[in-house]
């Protein structure tokens, strides 16, 4: 019995050399890039530390001397040990007076104040432990009505001119947020408004800059606080 030549061939096709070695190729890339990537900055890290470090340690405390063999991640371990007992001397009484004495210098310095107490108020938003800033993740519209964008929600409006100049207007409660471009959300735009118009999502900033570098096609399971597991 022969086909009819009218008749369409649905039978599937086989995807041919090229298509299996070029899929599979990208399947490779997919795995090996990020480790890659993460192996690559990691390592660069290592060395940008250790070259800064390693000049700094006397030549009788530096085990390179005596083993005659690089220890990678040795200048940075050093560095880690020296801030943490920074950070244990700041605690008590004499660390205190002695770190409130050199901010004082820096406040007298011209040009050099600005920088420092600029950078101290970045550093002490983002790492303090009290600090709520870039945890939760939210949705505003912009640019315009009909259109959502994701958000870091950063903190509450409150004291100073802004808070006023807010209130002059008829805003009582502005949250500050930072929305990212994708693919890159390390750049974007402060931008005020009120909480009323944000919904807060529950995802974390992680998963939330995961689908903003994949611009969408990585997305979090995500499961109702109200659903209940069936024995």
């Not at 299996?20 to 900055?41: D, V, Y």
């Not at 390179?64 to 560095?79: H, M, S």
């Not at 983002?126 to 929600?153: D, L, N, Q, Y």
């Not at 735009?189 to 969408?216: C, H, Q, T, W, Y």
Request: charged share 20%; proline share 8%.
């Amino acid at each position: 019995m022969t086909q009819d030549p009218h008749t369409p061939d649905t039978a599937p096709h086989k995807p041919t050399f090229g298509v299996r070695l070029r899929n599979n190729f990208l399947t490779g890339l997919i795995i090996c890039a990020p480790i890659a990537i993460t192996i690559w900055l990691t390592w660069t890290l290592i060395h940008w530390a250790d070259s800064w470090v390693k000049p700094y340690i006397p030549y009788r405390y530096n085990p390179e001397n005596y083993i005659k063999f690089a220890i990678p991640g040795f200048g940075l371990l050093i560095a880690v040990l020296m801030i943490t007992l920074i950070g244990t001397f700041a605690k008590n009484l004499i660390g205190r007076s002695i770190v409130e004495f050199g901010e004082s210098i820096m406040d007298r310095t011209p040009l050099v104040r600005s920088l420092y107490k600029a950078l101290k108020q970045l550093f002490e938003t983002v790492f303090a432990e009290r600090s709520t800033s870039f945890k939760k993740v939210g949705m505003i519209e912009f640019p315009g009505p009909g259109s959502w964008s994701m958000v870091f929600i950063a903190a509450d409006v409150r004291g100073g001119e802004l808070e006023h100049r807010f209130q002059e207007k008829g805003f009582n409660d502005m949250v500050a947020v930072f929305l990212p471009p994708t693919p890159v959300p390390t750049a974007g735009f402060l931008i005020f408004v009120e909480r009323s118009k944000i919904i807060e999502l529950d995802m974390s900033p992680e998963d939330a800059a995961k689908m903003l570098i994949s611009a969408g096609l990585i997305a979090p399971d995500w499961k109702p606080k109200g659903d209940v597991l069936e024995s």
